[in-house]
């Protein structure tokens, strides 16, 4: 009878090992800790920011599905370099080693394959949105298109028959920050010029690139040694009975680094250093994201 009673008494010792064992091995958590994954995004152009709306995770894992990049970053920024529907996926791990996985797919708008040649022959650009126009129909440039990809920032101008550009004070914002550079009272919403080219609108002549110099923002400028031959333009081109036309380009290189966008705001004036117009209106320079 004791035998009898003392194996069902290690029986049950054994079985009550067994469970809490099973309950507390680590391989496997608590429904309440297992990871979740899932996202949302919003997008400007190409660009898409991401949002990462999963719980219960300490690792990320992002594949973009465009065979070229991945992140572990828990909120990644991305801009894509094709269009189209795209798979993005995430991974999530929890600190218990668990993965989740989710699959989304987004739309990324068609990318633009432009090659401009600064040659006179603006065909290339009517496949380029309009950055900026003068609404009011006053001064002598109408129309400013800007194409930055690859190694140029390349731009385009149209205007009426008094559009000339013999001389011009051109403004180039190269950081996206309005308050730094030069602030420009003809546009007080946004300047912040870093780079002035100041001369003539007109390949390997005697205009120049500056560099902004004044930390108040004032007309301070230092001259960058040989750096007129880095415009090459089109020069003046009349394209119809009332309008005319250029194109030019300066590499990116002369520009420094870029962050985010460039603006460009332009003083025409003639050969005589005479007032024409400015463009845009304002209150703010023509700007392109990059």
Not at 18 to 32: N, P
Not at 157 to 165: Q, S, Y
Request: proline share 3%.
């Amino acid at each position: 009878m004791k035998k009898i009673k003392l194996t069902k008494y290690i029986t049950m010792l054994l079985t009550l090992l067994l469970l809490t064992a099973c309950s507390s091995d680590g391989s496997s958590s608590d429904s309440g800790t297992k990871p979740v994954a899932d996202f949302s995004f919003t997008n400007d152009g190409s660009t898409f920011t991401f949002t990462n709306l999963s719980t219960n995770a300490t690792k990320y894992r992002w594949d973009f599905g465009d065979l070229n990049f991945t992140s572990s970053e828990k909120d990644p920024v991305y801009t894509y370099q094709i269009g189209g529907e795209i798979r993005v996926s995430l991974t999530v791990t929890n600190e218990a080693g668990e993965d989740a996985f989710i699959t989304k797919v987004i739309a990324a708008p068609p990318i633009k394959i432009i090659d401009v040649k600064i040659d006179g022959d603006f065909g290339e650009w009517a496949d380029v949105d309009i950055t900026d126009q003068n609404t009011s129909g006053n001064g002598s440039i109408q129309i400013i298109k800007m194409w930055a990809k690859g190694e140029n920032v390349s731009v385009y101008l149209e205007g009426n028959k008094t559009m000339k550009l013999e001389l011009v004070d051109m403004f180039i914002n190269t950081d996206g920050n309005t308050q730094t550079g030069f602030l420009h009272s003809n546009w007080p919403d946004g300047s912040g010029a870093e780079i002035l080219f100041e001369g003539p609108m007109l390949s390997n002549d005697w205009g120049q690139f500056y560099t902004h110099t004044d930390p108040n923002g004032g007309w301070g400028w230092s001259g960058i040694a040989g750096s007129g031959v880095n415009l090459k333009t089109s020069g003046i081109v009349s394209i119809s009975d009332t309008a005319n036309a250029m194109e030019f380009s300066i590499p990116k290189s002369q520009l420094g680094t870029l962050k985010g966008s460039i603006g460009i705001a332009i003083t025409e004036m003639t050969s005589g250093w005479s007032a024409v117009a400015n463009f845009p209106e304002g209150p703010k320079f023509s700007t392109l994201k990059l």
